[in-house]
């Protein structure tokens, strides 16, 4: 896909807020720190579209980024973050929960999960819960590049199995050397 003109437009935290047309929105979720915003930046080819940074739990907001004026890609704010108030985890949670269940414009809901890593509890959680809205998902296992690439199939296969997973997909990513994006991108399409 070729992108010409991604923006950033708008951080919200609540459904008044969200951008007021139909395009497909393509959403992301993950744990804080395992790449979302890198993985917006590496498929749109911008280094500071979304911004990173090395501290979690820096997205408290949901971010609309438009891509071209086709889709969004939408950012949710991380979970397992242990240094956000309890006040603040709720208050995100529920206006994450309020976007995916008021949202209708979601076209695929992409979690974000380590490579390196087995899931975590609130992993496990967030796929349950992807379940139950009964909207199309995919499982992007990010920071490929910290492993061998013999071992990339090895590693996704484990996390496929760990999940129980057999007919979804789950694919590998490198936000930082911008391997597999292709592939992603593929699957991506078949959504917008």
Known sequence: MNIKNPKFEISAVSSKQYPKNNLPQIVLVGKSNVGKSSFVN????????????NTPGKTRQINFYNIDNNFYFVDLPGYGYSKMSKEEQIKSGKFIEDYLEKCENISLIILVLDIRHNPTNDDVHMLDYIKRTNLPFMILTNKADKIAKTKVDAEVERIKTYLGLSFSTILPFSAERKIYSEEVFKEIEKFI
């Open 42 to 53: 590496t498929m749109v080819n911008r280094k500071n579209l979304a911004r990173t940074s």
